[in-house]
């Protein structure tokens, strides 16, 4: 690896759910490639209503993973195989639905079976509205995926797509790829 490339030759699982900070996710693709990583796109069914996977495909050169029973060309089970080649799996960014069903254990979407069907480290980014990211429901979930090892990217302070100012903006991208290299 490369100072400027320190993710040369490392696979990374991107992670995108439901969140209006999904159109972000296609500037953290281009970082993570651009630091070298051959990136593979997982969304969730709703995360399609924020960001094409027309775009995530045309950015990373693959088909964008969205069905947890999809097969490859050789029957074998797509996200498996994914989770078994992954050096990383990053989920930015992560809504509460999602952090609630991960640490729940709840494989109902792409993303969630893979990162359960996989031993790479896990980096989470979530994004949501302030008084949802400061629930107890939602800060008991993340202690849990904390305490399983899981890098939580702690969001920001700032203006939020509810229009209101509080903790929930997705962290600057620039740190979401740090943990990735960290982890």
């Known amino acids: 690896m490369s100072a400027g490339r320190p993710l040369e030759g490392r ?3 991107l992670g ?3 969140s209006i900070a999904a159109y ?3 500037e953290l693709l281009r970082l993570l490639s651009s630091a070298g990583a051959d990136v593979q796109v ?3 069914r709703t995360a399609t209503s924020f960001i094409g996977p027309l775009t995530m495909e045309a950015l990373s050169r693959r088909a964008v993973m969205l069905d ?3 097969l490859l060309g050789d ?3 797509g996200h498996i195989v994914a989770a078994d ?3 990383a799996i990053v989920v930015a960014p992560a809504t509460a639905r999602w952090l609630g069903a991960m640490a729940n254990g709840l494989a109902d979407d792409v993303i969630t079976a893979t990162c359960l069907a996989s031993a790479a480290p896990v980096v989470v980014a979530p ?3 302030g008084e949802m990211y400061g629930h107890p429901a939602t800060q008991a979930n993340v202690a849990t995926l904390r305490s399983w090892g899981y890098a939580i990217v702690e969001p920001e302070t700032g203006p939020l797509a509810s229009g209101q100012v509080g903790r929930g903006r997705l962290a600057e991208l620039p740190v979401i790829v740090d943990a990735v290299v960290a982890a």
């Open 11 to 13: 696979f990374v699982l």
């Open 16 to 18: 995108v759910t439901g």
């Open 24 to 26: 972000k996710a296609a």
């Open 42 to 44: 997982l969304m969730s």
């Open 68 to 70: 947890p029973l999809e």
């Open 75 to 77: 029957q074998r089970i």
């Open 85 to 87: 080649a992954a050096d």
């Open 127 to 129: 994004a949501m509205d």
